[in-house]
Nanobody
């Protein structure tokens, strides 16, 4: 079981930047892929970005590609999401998640992830 704790959410104006982080514990940090998902009120949880176990491969949703950057720091057991050029439609609760099986594939659906953080609110004002 991987324990995940997000931080860094907040309120930002459209066009601004924000960085959210996720501290992991419970299993060796290199033993799982990781991802960011988000969920807006009344909507399903959607994929944002994923990174493989060693940081060598990433994937992004089309809606955030070129604006968001996912990264992981093995020395700090931390996953990060740098969000630039934020839009009001980026407003959501952001969740980090760990994928502990089939590590050769980066997954984009929530059902493939085993552990989840509690979420952090990101609000972008227009």
């Amino acid at each position: 079981q991987v324990r995940l704790v997000e931080s860094g959410g907040g309120l930002v104006q459209a066009g601004g930047s924000l960085r959210v982080s996720c501290e992991a514990s419970g299993r060796p940090f290199h033993s799982y892929n990781m991802g960011w998902f988000r969920q807006a009120p009344g909507k399903d949880r959607e994929f944002v970005a994923a990174i493989n176990w060693n940081g060598g491969n990433t994937d992004y949703a089309a809606s955030v590609r070129g604006r968001f950057t996912i990264s992981r720091d093995g020395a700090k057991n931390t996953l990060s999401l740098q969000m630039n050029s934020l839009k009001p439609e980026d407003t959501a609760v952001y969740y980090c998640a760990a994928q502990t099986r089939s590590l050769m594939f980066l997954r984009t659906t929530p059902s493939h992830y085993d552990s989840w953080g509690q979420g952090t609110q990101v609000t972008v004002s227009s």
